[in-house]
């Protein structure tokens, strides 16, 4: 079954995905000790942040390089998102499974979306 025509970004599944991985972290994040304010936590949801409002600003663009490109660095911020769950968890601030999962899911959806805007004429 084909789905509907995106016709802004919020209704891209990997956007939304993308949204509630932002949640997730800024709710995971409020445990971190109060020391980190400006360090990991200030860090960690600025890359999230970043994921969801890479995605939103390539969906409007032109051409398929320029929209690959924003796709790119949403990927790029995944993984910097990757490595600050890694560290706060060896910090000791706590392992969070769910988030890794979500950081997963929207990973492979944003691949599969990139891929699909360099295959077709978007």
Not at 44 to 62: C, D, L, M, P
Not at 86 to 113: C, H, V, W
């Amino acid at each position: 079954m084909d789905r509907p025509v995106a016709r802004c970004f919020e209704d891209l599944i990997v956007w939304q995905k993308a949204h509630c991985f932002v949640l997730s972290v800024y709710r995971y994040s409020e445990g971190f000790p109060h020391k980190e304010m400006y360090g990991l936590t200030s860090q960690f949801r600025r890359a999230a942040v970043s994921i969801a409002a890479n995605i939103a600003e390539g969906f409007k663009k032109k051409g398929k390089s320029d929209k690959a490109r924003f796709m790119n660095i949403a990927q790029g911020s995944i993984e910097e998102c990757r490595y600050y769950l890694i560290l706060a968890k060896d910090l000791g601030y706590g392992e969070n499974p769910e988030i890794m999962f979500q950081l997963e899911e929207t990973s492979k959806l944003l691949e599969r979306y990139a891929a699909a805007i360099l295959a077709s004429g978007f």
